[in-house]
C-alpha cells in the first residue's frame, strides 16, 4: 500500500509540474494537455535522466534521478513565465475537466493494481524477461544498462519503458517485481487518461463548431467511452467461449454419446472445436481458455499444418500481467494522437526554414513531436511506423485545410517526414549504438489471408460502432441539412480508387517480393516448395484459391477503408447558399470527423497489410507483424469507434428505430465486449481468493514455492556486486530465474530470446556448452579455466541445477568458500 501511495503521488506531481509545459504545447486543444501531462511528464523526465547517464552526466542513482526533474521543472516554469495568469484561469474554469481526469487516473491505478495483487506472478511468457530488464537497469551504475542474461554484454533491446520503471522503483525503494505490477498498472491508468483527454478534445472541437452547444457534463460523460473501448471492451471470443461452455450449437447423440457441432467444426478456433466438457454451464472454465482470446486467428500452411498467430489487445495484456515494450508503448502511442491532433487543429502554426525549404509548424512543435516519436521507438520501436504516418497525414490535411489540396501536399508529407525522422533518431542516438534489430525487410505471405469470421470475431466489438457511424454518415450526406450545415459529400469514385489501388498495389507487392525470392533465394524456395509438395504453379493457384475462399476479411475491411477514404477527400456542399461543390479545402476549421476518419483508415491499412506481407524476422512468418500491428490498430479504431459511439448517443434523438436500434446494439456490444473482462478476472484470480493474500511483490511467491531459491536470491542482492553462473534451459521457464530476480549477469539466460534481440547466435558462441561443463566435469581445471573466461564471481548450485545435470560439485567445495548455504542451495564465491 505504501508503494502504491508514493507511486501515484509522485506521477500525480510529476503531472502537475508538466501541466505548464503541456499547456504551452497543445494550444489546439480543449484541455491544453492536461489529461496528458502525466504521460509527457514521464516521457521528459526519463529522456532527460536517460540522456545525462548515457552521456556520463549523471549516475544512475537517486541524484541523477531528481536532477533529470529539477530540469524538468526548470523547463516548466520557463514555458509557464508569459503564461501564468492563463494557465490559472484554465484551473478555475475547468473544474469538471480537471476532477474527472483525477478521479479516474485514480480507479484506473486503483483497479489494476487490486487486480495485480490477486494475481501478481511473474513466471509465465515473458514476465521473467521483462523483470530481468528492470532488476538489470537497477544494478547497472551507467547506460547502456547491462544485460542480465549475456554477462560482457549491454541490453541489445527497446528498454525506455524500463528505465521509467527502474526510476519509480528507486524512488519508492522497491524491488523490481513489486515495481513490475505497479508498472502495469500505471500504464493502464495513463492509458485511461489519454484515451479520455483524447475523445474529450474530438468532443469539444465539434462542440466548438455547432450552434446549439452541448453541457460540457455530457462531453465529459461520454468521453469516458475511449477507455472503455480501448483499455476494456475486448473481442468477441469470451462469448464463443460461453456458448460454447453451454453446448449451444452443440447435438449429444443418444446412441453414442457424441458431440457434433457443425458450426463449431467450420468456425476451426481450436479447442473450441472440441465438443464441451460436462457438465455444461455459464462460466468457461477450460484450461487456459482466457488465452485463445490472443490467438484467434488460425493460420495453416499448404499441408495443414498449424502455425500459431498472435493477435494480442490491450485487456488481455493487462489481465495477463505483461508488461512488454507494446503494453509500455501505450500511453506514449496515446500521446503521439494527441500530437497529430494539436497539429491537425493547427495549434503549432509557424515557420522554420532551412535550406531554401519551409515548414509551417513552430520550432517547439517540431522538437516535441520528434521527442514523441522518438521515444515511441525507443520504447517499441514497431510503433515509430504508425505514429509517424499519423502525424505526418494530420499535417498534409491540416495544410490542405488551410491552403488547398495541390502537389505542394506531396512535397509537405517529404519536407516533414524526413526531417522529423533523423532527428527523432538523432535525439536517441546513444540507444541505437548498442541495438541490434531481428527485422531483415519484407516477406510476400501467399499462404495465410485472414479469414472473414475470424476477422470477426478479434474485431467485431470495434466494428459495429464503427459501421453504424458509417452508415449515419453516408445517409446523413444523402439527406437535407439545416441551412447552416456544410454536408460533407464522400468523393466515392476516389475513396474506390484508393481503397482497390492500395490493396491492388500490395496484391502486386506480394508477387514482387516472390518473384525476386525465387531468383535471389532459389534454393530456400525450392525447399520451401517442397516441403509443400508442390510446384511454383500448383503453390499459387492453390494459395489464390485459398484467398478467394477468405475474401470475407478483404470485403469487410474494404467496406470500412473506402467510406473512411471518401470522407476523409469530400466534397462539401454550402446548403440554402449555393448549390456549387466546393473544395474540402473551403472548410474554415478542421473538422474532428476528418481526423477520426484518418484514424479508422491507418487501423484498416494495419489489419491489411499482414495479409499480404510481413517483416522478416526469426520467427520466418507473420506472427510477429499480425501481433504489433493489430496492436496498434486496435488503439486506432478503439479511439474511433468511441467517437462514433459518442457522436449517435448525442445525435440521435426520439424513438426512432434508428436511436433504439443503435442504443440497443451498443448495449450488446459492451456486454458482450466485457464478457472477456469480467470472466477473465474471476478465472485468472481464483475469485479473487489469491493463496497467499493481496500483495504486489511477486517475490512472495518464490519465498513459498521455493524458500531455499528465495533465500540466495536475498543473499546476492546484497551482495557485492559481481557475474553469477546458474542452469541454463528454454525460454519461458523458471531457467535464469537467480539473474532476472537480483538484476546480477549472468553468462547466459534465455538463449532463444538473446539469439532474437541480437539477430542471432553468435554473441553466445559456446557458452551453454561451457555453463554445462563447468558444473558437470570433475576436473578444477577445466572448470577454472571456463571460470577465467567468463570472470565469473559467484556459482549458483541450487535446485534446478541438481535436476536439469548431473552436477560435480566436490571441485567447488575443495577450491571455493561457501559463501552461502541453505537447504539444497549452495552459493560458491571466487576469490
Not at 475511449?226 to 473481442?235: G, K, M, R, Y
Not at 531554401?356 to 520501436?381: D, E, K, P, W, Y
Not at 476523409?568 to 476528418?594: H, I, M, V, Y
Request: hydrophobic share 50%.
Amino acid at each position: 500500500m505504501t508503494a502504491f501511495l508514493i507511486w501515484y503521488l509522485f506521477v500525480s506531481l510529476l503531472g502537475w509540474l508538466t501541466f505548464p509545459l503541456a499547456y504551452r504545447l497543445f494550444p489546439a486543444l480543449a484541455d491544453r494537455g492536461y489529461t496528458l501531462a502525466r504521460a509527457a511528464g514521464m516521457l521528459l523526465w526519463g529522456y532527460i535522466f536517460w540522456l545525462f547517464v548515457s552521456l556520463g552526466f549523471a549516475r544512475n542513482d537517486l541524484g541523477g534521478i531528481f536532477l533529470a526533474l529539477v530540469i524538468l521543472i526548470l523547463l516548466s516554469l520557463w514555458s509557464s513565465a508569459n503564461h501564468k495568469s492563463e494557465i490559472v484561469n484554465f484551473i478555475k474554469s475547468n473544474p469538471a475537466l480537471i476532477t474527472a481526469a483525477e478521479i479516474l487516473f485514480l480507479l484506473a491505478f486503483a483497479f489494476l493494481a487490486f487486480v495485480r495483487s490477486a494475481n501478481p506472478e511473474l513466471a509465465s511468457t515473458e514476465k521473467p524477461m521483462e523483470l530481468a530488464f528492470i532488476n538489470g537497469i537497477l544494478k547497472s551504475e551507467t547506460f547502456p544498462p547491462q544485460d542480465p542474461w549475456l554477462s560482457g554484454y549491454a541490453i541489445s533491446y527497446y528498454y525506455f519503458g524500463y528505465v521509467m520503471t527502474a526510476m519509480l522503483a528507486r524512488l519508492a525503494d522497491i524491488n523490481g517485481s513489486m515495481a513490475h505490477n505497479l508498472m502495469t498498472a500505471l500504464i493502464f491508468a495513463l492509458g485511461a487518461v489519454g484515451a479520455f483527454g483524447i475523445l474529450y478534445n474530438l468532443l469539444n472541437s465539434v462542440r466548438r463548431r455547432q450552434t446549439a452547444d452541448r453541457p460540457p457534463s455530457s462531453v465529459l460523460g461520454l468521453s469516458l467511452l475511449a477507455p472503455l473501448f480501448l483499455l476494456l471492451v475486448s473481442n468477441f471470443e469470451a462469448l464463443l467461449e460461453v456458448l460454447h461452455k453451454r453446448g449451444l450449437g452443440w447435438l449429444k447423440s443418444a446412441e453414442t454419446g457424441e458431440w457434433s457441432g457443425p458450426f463449431w467444426t467450420w468456425l476451426d478456433m481450436k479447442e473450441l472445436s472440441q465438443p464441451p466438457a460436462e457438465p455444461l454451464g455459464w462460466m468457461p472454465d477450460r484450461y487456459l481458455w482466457w488465452w485463445r482470446a490472443s490467438r484467434v486467428l488460425q493460420d495453416y500452411d499448404m499441408l495443414g499444418g498449424h502455425r500459431e498467430v498472435i493477435d494480442e489487445f490491450p485487456f488481455f495484456s493487462f489481465l495477463l500481467g505483461d508488461l512488454h515494450p507494446h503494453v509500455l508503448a501505450i500511453p506514449f502511442g496515446l500521446l503521439a494522437v494527441s500530437v497529430a491532433l494539436n497539429i491537425f487543429l493547427g495549434g503549432w502554426r509557424g515557420r522554420i526554414e532551412a535550406l531554401g525549404l519551409r515548414l509551417h509548424i513552430n520550432a517547439q512543435g517540431f522538437l516535441f513531436s520528434a521527442l514523441v516519436l522518438g521515444g515511441l521507438a525507443f520504447l517499441n520501436t514497431w510503433d515509430i511506423l504508425i505514429s509517424a504516418a499519423l502525424i505526418v497525414s494530420a499535417y498534409v490535411l491540416w495544410r490542405a485545410n488551410e491552403a488547398g489540396w495541390s502537389w505542394s501536399r506531396l512535397e509537405d508529407v517529404f519536407l516533414l517526414g524526413l526531417p522529423l525522422g533523423a532527428v527523432s533518431l538523432l535525439l536517441y542516438f546513444p540507444f541505437y549504438l548498442g541495438f541490434s534489430s531481428q527485422a531483415g525487410g519484407v516477406l510476400p505471405n501467399f499462404m495465410y489471408p485472414t479469414r472473414g469470421i475470424h476477422l470477426w470475431v478479434m474485431w467485431g466489438t470495434l466494428l459495429l460502432p464503427i459501421f453504424s457511424y458509417l452508415l449515419y454518415l453516408i445517409s446523413r450526406s444523402r439527406s437535407d441539412g439545416d441551412s447552416s450545415d456544410i454536408v460533407p459529400r464522400p468523393n466515392w469514385k476516389l475513396g474506390f480508387s484508393l481503397g482497390l489501388g492500395f490493396t491492388l498495389f500490395l496484391l502486386l507487392l506480394t508477387l514482387i517480393l516472390g518473384a525476386a525470392a525465387s531468383i535471389l533465394e532459389k534454393d530456400f524456395v525450392a525447399y520451401f516448395l517442397a516441403s509443400q509438395n508442390m510446384t511454383a504453379a500448383q503453390f499459387l493457384g492453390a494459395t489464390t484459391l485459398r484467398r478467394l475462399a477468405y475474401i470475407g476479411s478483404l470485403i469487410t475491411l474494404l467496406a470500412v477503408l473506402i467510406p473512411a477514404l471518401a470522407f476523409l477527400f469530400p466534397r462539401f456542399e454550402a446548403r440554402g447558399t449555393s448549390n456549387e461543390l466546393q473544395d474540402a479545402s473551403s472548410a474554415s476549421t478542421p473538422s474532428s470527423l476528418t481526423f477520426t476518419l484518418l484514424l479508422l483508415a491507418l487501423g484498416a491499412l494495419l489489419i491489411l497489410v499482414p495479409d499480404f506481407v510481413f517483416l522478416r524476422d526469426q520467427f520466418g512468418y507473420r506472427i510477429n507483424t499480425v501481433f504489433k500491428f493489430y496492436y496498434q490498430a486496435w488503439m486506432l479504431w478503439s479511439l474511433a469507434a468511441a467517437f462514433g459511439t459518442a457522436m449517435l448517443l448525442q445525435t440521435l434523438r426520439g424513438m426512432t428505430f434508428a436511436n433504439v436500434g443503435f442504443r440497443v446494439l451498443t448495449g450488446l456490444v459492451v456486454f458482450c465486449g466485457l464478457l472477456y473482462p469480467v470472466f477473465g478476472l474471476m478465472t485468472k484470480t481464483g475469485n479473487f481468493k489469491p493463496p497467499l493474500g493481496y500483495t504486489l511483490d511477486d517475490f512472495d511467491r518464490i519465498k513459498r514455492e521455493n524458500p531455499d531459491d528465495a533465500a540466495g536470491i536475498e543473499f546476492l542482492r546484497s551482495a557485492p556486486e559481481g557475474i553469477i553462473v546458474e542452469a541454463v534451459g528454454d525460454s519461458y521457464s523458471y531457467y535464469a530465474r537467480v539473474s532476472a530476480y537480483t538484476g546480477l549477469q549472468t553468462v547466459l539466460g534465455w538463449p532463444g530470446h538473446e539469439a532474437q534481440w541480437r539477430g542471432g547466435y553468435e554473441p553466445q558462441d559456446t557458452r551453454r556448452d561451457d555453463i554445462l561443463t563447468l558444473y558437470t566435469t570433475p576436473r578444477w581445471e577445466e572448470a577454472q579455466d571456463i571460470i577465467r573466461q567468463y570472470n565469473i564471481r559467484y556459482i549458483y548450485v541450487g535446485p534446478l541445477e541438481r535436476i536439469s545435470m548431473p552436477v560435480s560439485e566436490e571441485k567447488f567445495f575443495l577450491h571455493l568458500t561457501p559463501v552461502f548455504q541453505q537447504g539444497n542451495v549452495v552459493i560458491y564465491e571466487v576469490p
